[in-house]
């Protein structure tokens, strides 16, 4: 079964830096790769889909990268804003079906 | 289209009572996911549906839960009777095909049970 894992759990960073959020998984056998963000009380919000032929992807300020052979992808956030503090999920696309990461908690400190 | 929609936002409710939780899908999105998401086990998938027919219900914790989608515009998951650790923001997604797969979310019904 594919075991999905995001590290750190918890991040708090100073406004303007730069930070890269990990996601690993267990079985490579994928067909894509889609980071969420999620507000407190609400949804799960779509930032970037990777799929399983491409290493990265770049939405403004996001850039997430993709290696399947050793089951990581990482979400690198530029010039972190106040207003990025969120939940960041990735989710793995195998077997017809998602499956999550627990999330890393963001606080960008103004 | 205005997404997935899931009614209602809230529901508070007692132990021992019924509970259904709707969607509504974006159209034409042959995919449909009900999840579970609480702080201690994070997202969970309940079951899925393609083309109005459940593949996997593997994830239902127990037969008090069932899902329903009688066409490609309504589900509802519903728990019968409802008990205090069903409490939880139940979400649900659509996806379209296999390859492109990109997740839509409603934005859940927080359930709480007392």
């Known amino acids: 079964k594919q075991e999905v894992t995001q590290i750190p759990a918890a991040l708090s960073v100073p406004e303007g830096e730069n930070l890269v959020l990990n996601c690993s998984f267990t079985?490579?056998?994928?067909?894509?790769l889609q980071w969420f963000r999620q507000d407190p009380g609400k949804g799960l919000t779509s930032l970037l889909l990777i799929q399983s032929s491409q290493r990265e992807q770049t939405s403004g300020r996001l850039n997430a990268s993709l290696d399947k052979s050793s089951g990581r992808s990482t979400l690198y956030i530029a010039a972190s804003q106040p207003g990025d503090s969120a939940t960041y999920l990735c989710a793995v696309y195998s077997g017809n079906q998602f499956y999550f990461g627990t999330g890393t908690s963001l606080t960008v400190i103004p | 289209d205005a997404g997935v929609i899931q009614s209602p936002r809230h529901e508070v409710t007692e132990m021992g009572q019924e509970v259904t939780l709707r969607c509504k899908p974006i159209?034409?999105?042959?995919?449909l996911f009900w999840y579970r998401q609480t702080m201690m086990r994070g997202l969970e998938l309940l079951i899925y549906f393609n083309n109005n027919v459940p593949i996997d219900d593997s994830g239902m914790p127990e037969d008090r839960f069932s899902a329903k989608m009688p066409n490609a515009s309504f589900s509802t998951l519903k728990i019968q009777p409802s008990e205090p650790r069903d409490s939880a923001v139940y979400f649900c997604?659509?996806?379209?095909?296999?390859?492109?797969?990109?997740?839509?979310f409603g934005q859940g019904t927080r359930l709480t049970v007392v």
């Open positions: 997604a659509n996806s379209y095909g296999r390859l492109n797969t990109e997740a839509f």
């Open positions: 079985d490579s056998a994928i067909y894509n």
């Open positions: 159209s034409g999105h042959d995919y």
